[in-house]
């Protein structure tokens, strides 16, 4: 017995306890073992009726090195991967194992989402698998410094991005970006009407463009571009840090730049459509409306060549 009176179990070893659940003996191996003499299924070929757009493997977390031309400028971050490639009508699969093969192989100097090294890391996939295409899509948080308008207090923001790039042996690379990030929005229609006040919110602006294949992260950071243009369309930008001077100075910014969703969407459209490295885009801002039970959301898209 023990201190509370609860009497002691005599449990069977483990081999037996397995036993008890379902475990059995292994039964005769009878199939090779050597991976030359095991058949592959995989790289069967026969006319499977149709060509297939996107095979491979994804909801991969993995650890990925970020740069910036912002504080911090190198920071580590945990990307969501998705690999793929097409699959012709006459073969019946891919081979799984070669994308890990390859993501491996990168995380070993450490794995960064420099445009240049994804463009290179895609291709090479792309032969790896001995296929004409390949694609890589990575989903992660992005920190940056932001300091507070008045006493400069500082602490991070982050924004979700996104990075796909494309490699076609006959056509090359199609590369987009993207991002979401959080601003605060004020009712235009809510300060017109009312005595005093207005009420506000917080939106969500979500972009994704499609990069200039000739484009040169030395030349400019896509990350800082994105975000500026949704940042400085909005009613005012968030902070993680706010004084009583600092939150003062952020409620009048936001008075003085009222903004419905369309607004911000045609705002951010005209800073995107300035960038000669953007071929198109398109811009998402929903508000989480704080007089109504719903959102409000508006969506603009656009292609420039």
């Known amino acids: 017995m023990n201190s509370n009176n609860t ?15 379902g475990s059995v003996k292994p039964g005769p191996k009878t199939k090779p073992v ?5 058949k592959d299924l995989q790289n069967m070929q026969k006319d499977f ?3 297939l757009n996107a095979v491979g493997v994804t909801n991969i977390k993995h650890p990925i090195i970020v740069n910036s031309d912002t504080s911090p400028n190198t920071q580590t971050s945990i990307a969501t991967i998705t690999f793929t490639s097409s699959i012709n009508q006459m073969s019946k699969g891919t081979n799984m194992s070669r994308f890990m093969e390859q993501l491996a192989t990168y995380n070993e100097q450490g794995f960064t989402t420099d445009l240049v090294t994804l463009k290179q890391f895609v ?12 694609t890589i ?5 992005w920190f940056y410094e932001r300091q507070s308008p008045n006493t400069n207090l500082s602490g991070l923001n982050h924004t979700d991005l996104m990075i796909r790039i494309s490699y076609h042996r006959e056509t ?9 990030v959080l601003i605060t929005t004020l009712c235009p229609c809510s300060k017109e009407i009312s005595e005093y006040s207005a009420h506000n919110q917080r939106g969500d602006v979500s972009i994704e463009v499609e990069l200039d294949q000739s484009f040169d992260e030395n030349e400019g950071d896509w990350k800082l571009a994105l975000l500026e243009a949704a940042e400085s369309n909005a009613s005012a930008r968030l902070h993680p840090i706010l004084k ?17 969703v369309e607004d911000m969407a045609r705002l951010v459209a005209a800073d995107l459509y300035e960038m000669p490295f953007v071929t198109s885009f398109t811009v998402t801002c929903q508000n989480e409306e704080s007089i109504h039970m719903h959102d409000a959301i508006a969506t603009l898209s656009y292609q420039k060549h």
């Open 7 to 21: 009497p002691q179990k005599t449990l069977p070893n483990k081999q037996e306890r397995h036993k008890l659940f």
């Open 34 to 38: 050597d991976k030359e003499n095991m």
């Open 49 to 51: 009726l149709f060509e």
């Open 123 to 134: 291709k090479e996939l792309a032969e790896r698998l001995g296929q004409r295409d390949a």
């Open 137 to 141: 899509e990575l989903k992660f948080p």
């Open 172 to 180: 090359g690379y199609q590369i987009k970006v993207g991002l979401s």
């Open 244 to 260: 009583r001077p600092d939150e003062k100075t952020v409620t009048e910014t936001a008075y003085e730049n009222p903004r419905f």
